[in-house]
């Protein structure tokens, strides 16, 4: 039942055409097999992606779905081989197949999201006013406030 109501989750928060990559330890074939039947009665087209295949190691087992039935247009990206060639199932010569990318995890993406200035004065006042309106005890404005503090500076 576990498995069921996951996919069955998963499909109501994606969109029509929306993808999902798992990462997949299955122990066995029949294992996979069974994820793989529960994706697709929750209406999941897609399948299973295995980086490095000869490796005991490196083999990595990727469930890759994507919300909706199966079209003509999605196809499921290769996995890595052995020397850094692609390699699949099914041995094709076709160049639109992708691996999975790995993107740059070092971005500071929540940096890029706030002002430059940081917290400035305005907002400051403002949680102080928010405060003050909830009744609790807040210290009065000043033209300190909101500034740095300056730690004990000897000159």
Not at 37 to 58: C, L, N, Q
Not at 83 to 112: A, F, N
Not at 124 to 130: A, M
């Amino acid at each position: 039942m576990r498995p069921k109501a996951f996919f069955g989750s998963l499909y109501r928060c994606l969109a029509r055409g929306a993808r999902s990559v798992l990462q997949l330890y299955a122990e066995n074939m029949d294992q996979s097999e069974m994820i793989m039947t529960y994706a697709m009665r929750a209406g999941f087209a897609g399948g299973i992606v295995v980086d490095w295949p000869h490796s005991s190691k490196a083999r990595k087992a990727y469930l890759i779905l994507t919300c909706g039935p199966p079209s003509m247009q999605t196809s499921l990206p290769k996995g890595k081989g052995e020397d850094g060639e692609m390699c699949s199932e099914e041995e094709s010569d076709d160049d639109e197949h992708q691996t999975v990318g790995i993107y740059d995890r070092d971005q500071p993406w929540k940096k890029l999201k706030t002002n430059k200035k940081g917290k400035g004065r305005e907002w400051v006042l403002q949680k102080k006013e928010q405060t003050r309106r909830k009744g609790h005890a807040v210290p009065p404005d000043t033209k300190y406030t909101a500034r740095k503090a300056s730690y004990f500076h000897t000159s």
